[in-house]
Structures are given as structure tokens and as C-alpha cells.
């Protein structure tokens, strides 16, 4: 009797582990990482800007010719508005801004005559196109520039002039803009304008002076807030 309460026992301790055995150990499942969020462009938005401009202009006499050229240069400040669609990483906008201008450059021949330019205030109406590195976006941008200016002086033996001008012309450019909240980006651009011949004074009936064609070379910081 005791060898078999002892061979029972033995054979339920292996039965048992067996039993152990064939019970599958619980699956390790690693944790659920959460998708790493990309900046999307893709809405309108609204800003303000502030630079630096530097531009030149030249000046010709009837019956004389070239009378000199003058730097336009200046402070300018404004405000723009656009609207970017992202599709995948490019980016795709229309934008349009409008500047005051400080801009004013004096120039002339002594003894012929002596004037000043001043440019007001200009705007540009503009594509953007860009390629989004998730919250980076480099862009180039073009289109068209428009502007009011103003052109004065004397003719020496002759008398002061005056006109004004309201400019047309065009403008190409870049820029590299970063989204450092969701709603909030700045900017920096670059943008060349040339926006067309400048005014024409009559000095005295039959004779003009001429304000030539006026090109710019703008650089500015942006602040952006876009709206979701």
C-alpha cells in the first residue's frame, strides 16, 4: 500500500506539471506610442511688418538729358493679410500688404538743377508658393507691386517743379517663415519691386523733367496670427 500512495503521488506531481507547463505565459505588449503631431499651414491669417528699403532713381531734363539719380532709401512698416492650403508639404498662398513709406533720396547735377524722390507708401498683391518642413516654411513669392510717389525741385534759371505719381509694376521675392506656437509665425522677406517710371513736371510749357524708373530692394520682419 505504501508503494502505491507513493507512485500515485509521483504521478499526480507530474501530471501537474505538465498541466503547468502547457499554460501559456501572458504576451508583453509594448506601450502605445502617440502620434507625433505636424504643423498644418493651411488657413488665413493676418500680421504686421517692419524693414528696411533701399531703392534708386534717375532723373532726365528736356534738352539736356540726364540730370543725376538719387537713392530712395527708408524705413517702411505695415500689415498683411493671406491665406495658405497646405497639400502635403507644399504650401500654396495669396497674399497682400500694404506699407508707409519713408523712403526719400535727393539728387542732381549743380548748376542744372536739384530734386528729391520720396515714395510714400506702396502695397503688393502676391503668390506664395513654399515647401513645409513641418513648422519651417522657405517660400518664394511674386507678383504685382503698386505705389504713390512724389518728385521736386528746382531748374536752375528756371524755376521749382512739382508732380506726383502713382506707380504699377512688379515684384519677386523670398521669404522663410516658422510657426513657433499654433497660432502665431514670424517671418523674414526679401522682396526686389520695380514698379515703373516716376512722375513728369512740366518746368515750363514744352519742357519736362522727368523722374525715371524707380526699383526697390526691401528687406522686413513679420509677425503672423493665424486664425483655424
Known amino acids: 500500500m505504501r508503494r502505491l500512495g507513493l507512485a500515485l503521488l509521483a504521478t499526480t506531481v507530474l501530471v501537474g506539471s505538465a498541466s503547468a507547463a502547457d499554460i501559456r505565459r501572458p504576451a508583453y505588449k509594448a506601450p502605445m506610442l502617440a502620434?507625433?503631431?505636424v504643423y498644418n499651414w493651411t488657413g488665413f491669417y493676418v500680421g504686421v511688418n517692419v524693414g528696411y528699403s533701399w531703392g534708386?532713381?534717375?532723373?532726365?531734363?528736356?534738352?539736356?538729358?540726364?540730370v543725376g539719380s538719387s537713392h530712395v532709401n527708408g524705413i517702411i512698416g505695415g500689415g498683411q493679410i493671406?491665406?495658405?492650403?497646405?497639400?502635403?508639404?507644399?504650401v500654396l498662398g495669396l497674399e497682400t500688404d500694404f506699407q508707409g513709406s519713408g523712403q526719400r533720396g535727393d539728387g542732381g547735377v549743380p548748376g542744372v538743377a536739384t530734386f528729391t524722390n520720396r515714395l510714400d507708401?506702396?502695397?503688393?498683391?502676391?503668390g506664395r508658393l513654399g515647401y513645409a518642413f513641418d513648422r519651417w516654411l522657405p517660400y518664394v513669392t511674386g507678383g504685382w507691386a503698386y505705389g504713390h510717389g512724389d518728385f521736386s525741385?528746382?531748374?536752375?534759371g528756371v524755376g521749382p517743379?512739382?508732380?506726383s505719381n502713382t506707380y504699377s509694376g512688379w515684384t519677386v521675392g523670398g521669404g522663410l517663415e516658422y510657426a513657433f506656437l499654433n497660432n502665431w509665425s514670424a517671418k523674414l522677406e526679401y522682396l526686389h519691386i520695380n514698379f515703373g517710371?516716376?512722375?513728369v513736371a512740366a518746368v515750363v510749357p514744352g519742357t519736362n523733367i522727368a523722374a525715371g524708373r524707380l526699383k526697390d530692394d526691401i528687406v522686413r520682419v513679420g509677425l503672423n496670427y493665424k486664425f483655424f
Not at 534708386?56 to 540726364?66: I, K, M, N
Open 161 to 163: 517743379f512739382s508732380a
Open 197 to 199: 517710371d516716376g512722375p
Open 121 to 126: 507708401w506702396f502695397g503688393t498683391v502676391r
Open 56 to 66: 534708386r532713381q534717375d532723373a532726365t531734363l528736356d534738352g539736356f538729358g540726364s
Open 82 to 90: 493671406g491665406y495658405n492650403w497646405q497639400i502635403n508639404n507644399i
Open 153 to 156: 525741385g528746382i531748374v536752375t
Open 35 to 37: 502620434p507625433v503631431s
